[in-house]
């Protein structure tokens, strides 16, 4: 659920328990006043009957005897009196009690059965009033005003329906409003998300713009000196990077060399030796020349071995023989079995090719040493990995770089390729981002494409 959604609701829920509240408060006023009402018409009707009975300015005495026109006298006159819904018994010096009711048509239309029976069972309605009425000469009487249930429950649902129309109607108002202000304060939510969203991408560049509000401003202003940061020390990381592979470069070259001087010439002494000894055999030791062969084609074995190490170990000089032809030998050097590294092979069964379109003469050293470097990298792991058949190298030079494409149908998964944990795809991915290029590893016809784009020029 969004942030806006939530509070929009928060607000409904605060403002329907207003409502709920507000209906409350109207039925236990409505219910006050009636008892209010109740009192009042029991007090009024009370001196009504004491002032017929007393003044005798009506000449109403007690058992005096004028009968029904003496009743519908007091009743006229006791009606006038009462508030509309209200009821009322009396009995005046020992006459019959007379039970006489008020209209409550202006109330509007019953209220339902299940709100008279909710009423009910909360509030007190119609609860009884009784008022003395005092007799000149005569036995008091009393005067007993009951407040109409239906006519209390109708008057509460009637100003109930119109007080929680009215605060539905506001609350919705409010909500509505709410949330429209809400979301415009809230929409610096959406830029912020963005710069994040641009620093999970790498992009470290971009910067948020100073908002209006505090805390927002706040944050912008983290995430800028967050980005800023990242920028400087993937700037410095990569510049590290580079040296490292240039470091690792000249160590390379160092140990070729090394192992060239005293390892080669080793080699080259025994087998030279190995030969003396096979020559130089007598006749009667045809095992001694043999053990000296056995030598020798050892002596070959590990000669072409060091070979292709040194060939890996340092590539041809790319400023005199070029990326095209580097390329055209590593290849070459695969289909012919001299590739293999770490005991991954083609073994004859995989077929490498080289696809160059464009020309790569003017490639500066350091692209075209890292498109060396990454190519061979991505032969190894296709052939380490996998068991493909065919692995096919595409190089092209666009205005962004030199774009390298390794293909193979070894049937690799490309997803734990890229989470993998060797250092092959780490070495390749740090060595384009400190060249500031991009590395893209998906599906290919029944296998595993890389994709590498070098930038022509290294980054400041």
Request: hydrophobic share 45%; charged share 20%.
């Amino acid at each position: 659920m969004s942030l806006l959604a939530g509070l929009t609701l928060r607000i409904v829920a605060v403002a329907a328990a207003c409502l709920v509240a507000a209906a409350l408060w109207v039925l236990a006023d409505t219910n006050r006043l009636v008892d209010s009402e109740t009192a009042a018409t029991a007090g009024r009707v009370a001196r009504t009957l004491e002032r017929m009975y007393m003044l005798g300015s009506s000449g109403m005495t007690p058992g005096s005897g004028y009968g029904r026109p003496l009743a519908a006298r007091q009743a006229v006159a006791v009606v006038s009196v009462m508030a509309p819904g209200q009821c009322v018994v009396f009995t005046v010096s020992g006459d019959t009690d007379r039970r006489v009711c008020s209209g409550w048509n202006e109330f509007g239309p019953t209220a339902p059965a299940w709100f008279r029976q909710a009423f009910a069972l909360v509030f007190d309605a119609g609860a009884p009033v009784e008022r003395a009425v005092p007799v000149h000469n005569g036995t008091p009487g009393r005067v007993v005003a009951t407040a109409d249930r239906v006519a209390v429950t109708t008057r509460a649902w009637h100003q109930m329906r119109v007080v929680a129309g009215m605060a539905a109607a506001m609350a919705a108002g409010m909500a509505v409003l709410a949330a429209l202000v809400v979301g415009h304060a809230l929409s610096p939510l959406g830029t912020i998300a963005g710069g994040l969203r641009r620093l999970e991408h790498g992009d470290y560049t971009g910067r948020l713009p100073a908002f209006r509000t505090r805390e927002f401003a706040r944050i912008a202003q983290a995430v800028n000196d967050l980005a800023s940061r990242l920028q400087r020390t993937t700037a410095e990381r990569a510049a590290l990077t580079r040296r490292l592979f240039q470091v690792q470069e000249e160590e390379r070259r160092a140990l070729a060399r090394d192992l060239h001087d005293e390892f080669g010439q080793c080699l080259t002494a025994a087998g030279a030796l190995a030969a003396s000894i096979q020559v130089g055999a007598p006749a009667a030791r045809p095992d001694l020349a043999e053990d000296a062969r056995a030598i020798g084609r050892i002596t070959a074995q590990m000669m072409a071995t060091l070979k292709g190490a040194l060939a890996r170990l340092r590539p041809p000089d790319l400023d005199e023989v070029g990326l095209e032809a580097s390329l055209r030998a590593m290849v070459g050097g695969w289909n012919l079995g001299g590739g293999s590294v770490g005991g991954a092979s083609g073994g004859g069964r995989t077929t490498f090719d080289l696809d160059v379109a464009d020309d790569l003469g003017a490639v500066p050293p350091q692209a075209a040493l890292s498109v060396y470097r990454i190519a061979q990298e991505c032969l190894t792991n296709a052939v380490r990995h996998g068991r493909p058949s065919r692995v096919s190298v595409s190089v092209a030079r666009s205005h962004e770089g030199v774009a390298l494409t390794v293909d193979d149908d070894g049937g690799g998964d490309p997803a734990r390729v890229t989470t993998a944990a060797g250092f092959g795809i780490l070495g390749i991915r740090e060595r384009i981002e400190a060249l500031g290029g991009a590395l893209t590893i998906g599906p290919a016809a029944g296998g595993v494409r890389v994709s590498a784009l070098i930038p022509v020029a290294a980054p400041a």
